[in-house]
């Protein structure tokens, strides 16, 4: 083999083995460093509901969840769904390309949470459905249940605020940021804010506004 080939071959092999993190239960193959680091950080929150979560991963055998980086649809950062082998989360970082930090770890928070849900009802489902009642209703109600929105519906109804207190934990720790009802405004990201009724039209689009913000006034900051 010429060697020039040989050495492109192991340049690829040195990339692709880069960022592979495989914390307990959690693994990762991100060419992205700071989709590595992000990740890291939110594995090391201890707050609330999503603490609890990243104590899961981080304590339960079998709890396998899988990410990576992809390409995905117009407006889709991020996908959660079973495999196979666990909880497969794919990230599309050309989406997150000017991205500030904090909107990384928002959108690693929501699929973790995802991650969560599904481990959750596979492999305990007498404490999961007792735990969430309101999806085993909303899965009981249709012939044809989108879990995906069943699943957003479960996180606006209980994991906005503890997503929020995360966001603000990690940001702490960056030592960044003040203004506390951005927070609350990113851990909206991904959900129907749109039409949640514990809303009013100025909640709405201050959330819309934020999210954007945070999803493209990475720009310069970001290096790949
Ligand atoms: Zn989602």
Known sequence: MPRNIILSLSLLFAVLVTNVVSAQTVTSYFESELLTQVLHNVQALQLG???AIVDKFDTSKN???IIEEGSLPEYT???????????YTVIDMDKLKFATELSIARTIIHEMVHAHLLLSFLYNNVNASLEYPGIVRAWAATLTPDYNAIQHQEMAESFVDDIAMSLKEYNNNENRFT???VYTDLAWGGLDFENNES???????????????????GLGRLTQ
Do not use: C, F, P, Y
């Open 63 to 65: 709890w396998d969840w």
């Open 179 to 181: 203004d506390s009802s």
């Open 49 to 51: 509901k999503v603490g």
């Open 199 to 217: 809303l009013n039209d100025d909640d709405r689009k201050h959330i819309e506004t934020t999210l954007a913000k945070a999803q493209l006034n």
């Open 77 to 87: 950062n991020a996908v959660t769904q079973m495999s196979a082998k666990g909880a």
